[in-house]
């Protein structure tokens, strides 16, 4: 693996790196619904100047560049200390699944919304009795006449309140075994008959729903890929979901960590927890875990520039970052002890302060995008081989 960048590359990562400098992101605000507003401009500038979609295609909006340099982007936004992007759902999973599946008309109608955060997507897969066992779904979809009728719920939804668009997966035929009677739907969320219900969440959060479908009509040109074929577009969405993300995922925890280690050095407990073997001892835990990561991502990247597609491997970071995510927050609230129980609202940005509401917003990430349990049997059954659990 060749860990240095080209020429080209260097100065990719030197004009991203002046333009964020004139262009700081700015503080997010606390209030969600600021937030999301706030990320819209935000990402429509970054759109505007040519730095969203670094790595789709130039006749979709994107710049045509690597893969390396949508990771240099990456790496310049977290150093810019940039929210994560606020139509997430769109730029790693809708785009990408878009781009290897949808038709031309629904590429030219969508692509350039996604990247310029005017229209925002959410991701409609889970449903009561249906999570890790996805193909379980039962949001039902008859079609009539030249639409479908969508009528079931789904649960989870992140950001659904503030979305435009839903990727929907959704029954079309009950018959069949059930992976194959599924389709992936692009539903419009300003249908009349959906209904967005927020749930409140440990941290106090309320950025994933219910989201109820009650006759709702869908154009038939709204299917991605074939009817009753959804099943394979949504496994490689979640693969998608699972690997794009992890370059974000593991700068974010960086950021976290440095921000960490500076409070270790400073915070008045007994005496600097800097200094105290046990807490080094977690923290220097938390610094091999960051560089394991970065190396495993750098590992799975190669296997995509030789011309791969997302693979089970995406599974491996997913399951690891969640877990060491966890840990290195829980780390950050013992080390405050007592001021570790004063809860700041704001799910974003990483500052002394809001460690116990990270730490509480983190407690989901071992369960969104498929849990630890499921991600353990991906690689026992995908990556290592070993035989199917009975
Ligand atoms: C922060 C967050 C954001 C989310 N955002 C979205 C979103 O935008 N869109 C969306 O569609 N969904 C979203 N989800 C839902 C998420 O995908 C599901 O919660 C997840 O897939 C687990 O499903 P479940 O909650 O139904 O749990 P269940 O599937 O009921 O699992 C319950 C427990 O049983 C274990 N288990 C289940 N099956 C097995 C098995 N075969 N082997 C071993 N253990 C097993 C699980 O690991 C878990 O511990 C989000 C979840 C969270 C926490």
Redesign the pocket.
């Known amino acids: 693996m060749d860990l240095s960048f080209s020429p080209a590359e260097e100065r990719f990562r030197a004009d991203l790196r002046a333009w964020l400098e004139a262009n700081p992101p700015g503080a997010e605000p606390d209030r969600l619904d600021l937030a999301v507003a706030h990320g819209k401009a935000w990402q429509g500038k970054l759109y505007e100047a040519g730095w969203c979609g670094v790595h789709w295609p130039k006749q979709y909006g994107g710049r045509g560049a690597s893969l390396i340099e949508q990771i240099i982007f990456q790496e310049e936004m977290a150093r810019a200390r940039s929210p994560q992007l606020v139509n997430l ?1 769109g730029l790693t999973m809708g785009g990408p699944v878009l781009i290897a599946h949808g038709t031309e008309e629904q590429k030219q109608r969508h692509l350039q919304s996604i990247l310029s955060a005017k229209e925002i997507w ?13 193909a379980a779904l039962k949001t039902r979809a008859v079609l009539d006449g030249d639409s479908f009728v969508v009528n079931g719920q ?7 309140r503030y979305a435009d668009w839903c990727m929907l997966l959704v029954r079309t035929d009950p018959e069949v075994p059930k992976h194959k009677g599924i389709t992936f739907l692009l539903v419009d969320m300003h249908t009349p008959g959906v209904t967005v219900r927020p749930l409140k ?1 440990i941290s106090g959060d309320e ?2 729903n219910e989201v109820f479908f009650e006759d709702v009509r869908v154009p038939r040109a709204n299917v991605i890929g074939k009817i009753n074929a959804g099943w394979d577009i949504a496994i490689t969405t979640l693969m998608h979901e699972r690997q794009t993300l992890t370059f974000n995922r593991q700068l974010q925890s960086r950021v976290a960590l440095n921000q960490l280690l500076a409070m270790a050095r400073r915070h008045p407990t007994t005496r600097p927890a800097a200094r105290q073997p046990l807490l080094r001892q977690k923290l220097a835990a938390a610094y091999i875990d960051s560089e394991a990561m970065k190396y495993t991502a750098l590992r799975n990247l190669t296997k995509v520039l030789r011309g791969g597609e997302p693979g089970p491997e995406g599974s491996i970071e997913k399951l690891f970052w969640s877990e060491m995510y966890q840990r290195l927050l829980e780390t950050a609230v013992e080390i405050e002890g007592p001021y570790g129980q004063l809860l700041k609202a704001s799910p974003y940005a990483v500052e002394e302060g809001i460690w116990p509401h990270l730490m509480l917003y983190s407690r ?2 071992t ?8 991600q ?2 991906i690689i026992a059954e995908r990556v290592l081989g070993l035989p199917r ?1 009975r």
């Open positions: 759902a959410c991701q409609g897969f889970s449903e009561p009795n249906a999570g890790s066992d996805l789904k649960v989870w939804t992140s950001f659904a969440q950025d994933f989901g990430r369960i969104a995008a498929g849990s630890s349990e499921i353990r049997n659990m």
